[in-house]
């Protein structure tokens, strides 16, 4: 996030490093990324650090319970780290554990705090375009993570769609107004205006989702975004960072946001031995607008501020929302 958190004592972060052994002795807010907070972490032996700040209240969707967003961020976290120890760790930039072993710390009622090394390298941004060799070596990046032996920790992502009774909520209820902030009555004029279209394309989406829960193979690990703002480049070294949303899915929910070609998906067929399914592609493509719409809307539905990240999530919003509605591939 852009926005420093009012309400996160920064002394209280450099007191929850010490669960790591970590001595800070300087810690410089880190003003990226969409959802957490972070900081760069300098210790007493000038050992560097990334930590993230997560807000329990916008995992999954805003004002989720904090204690099923808790159990499921603690799972992705461990999750991560597990692939890294059984060696995955040349793809996964994992947690660190705490002295007890635990890859995410409580950080009062509403926050917790997880530790990263921190890794020298450059990272691209969402929506960007890769070159066919870029994509190449993603591909085979992931092609190497869906082998791996799924640990014990790691979610299932079902095809079920997070947050559709929210949108559900929102189609319906545009016949009155919306309070939370300044964006809520755009929003409701947004929904109400493209609803015709969000409805068939939601009609869209369950029929693919039928589909392909009767024709699914076996599910194997996935990062869940492995767009180019999550990817590393560190010299030689090609890496996947924010584990929030791994979990066990068809590997279809990693490809679509890479392949862009053909020629993509038969590389990523020659690497793996499993022909991608275009059904799966296009469902989990209509999910993923799907699950942000609704994040979006539950976020400008709750009590919200114009920040410079409300303003970023409005843009969001309105690019999802108009997309959907306009959308007659599926």
């Given at each position: 996030m852009r926005e420093r958190p009012a309400d996160i004592d920064e002394t209280g972060i450099r007191h929850s490093l010490r669960e790591w052994g970590i001595d800070a002795v300087r810690s410089?807010?880190?003003p990226v990324g969409f959802g957490d907070h972070h900081w760069h972490v300098l210790d007493a032996g000038c050992r560097r650090w990334f930590v993230t700040v997560a807000d329990l209240d916008h995992k999954e969707h805003c004002g989720a319970d904090r204690a099923a967003a808790l159990d499921g961020l603690r799972r992705a976290m461990d999750t991560a780290a597990a692939l890294a120890e059984d060696g995955g760790s040349g793809t996964v930039v994992a947690?660190?554990?705490t002295v007890r072993g635990r890859t995410v710390h409580r950080l009062g009622d509403r926050y917790t705090i997880s530790v990263f090394p921190f890794v020298e390298g450059e990272t691209g941004h969402f929506g960007q375009d890769l070159a066919a060799e870029e994509r190449g070596r993603v591909i085979d990046l992931l092609a190497e993570l869906h082998r791996q032996t799924p640990p014990a920790a790691v979610a299932d992502r079902?095809?079920?769609l997070p947050g559709r009774h929210r949108l559900a909520a929102a189609l319906a209820g545009t016949g009155?107004?919306?309070a939370g902030g300044p964006y809520a009555e755009p929003a409701r004029r947004l929904v109400a205006a493209n609803a015709p279209g969000l409805r068939r394309r939601l009609a869209a989406?369950?029929?693919l989702a039928e589909q392909v829960g009767l024709g699914a193979g076996t599910p194997v690990v996935t990062h869940g975004e492995p767009h180019p703002g999550n990817l590393l480049w560190a010299g030689r070294r090609?890496?996947?960072?924010d584990w929030d949303t791994v979990g066990l899915a068809l590997p279809e929910r990693d490809l679509w946001l890479v392949a862009a070609t053909s020629a993509d998906l038969d590389r990523y067929a020659g690497r793996s031995g499993r022909v991608p399914d275009p059904a799966a592609l296009a469902f989990y493509r209509l999910r993923w607008d799907f699950s942000d719409a609704a994040e979006f809307l539950a976020c400008f539905r709750a009590p919200h501020d114009r920040t410079s990240d409300t303003e970023r999530a409005w843009s969001?919003?309105?690019?999802?929302?108009?997309r959907l509605a306009a959308d007659d591939s599926a």
């Open positions: 410089d807010y880190a947690p660190s554990r079902s095809l079920q009155r107004p919306w989406f369950y029929r090609l890496l996947l960072v969001g919003f309105g690019d999802t929302v108009r």
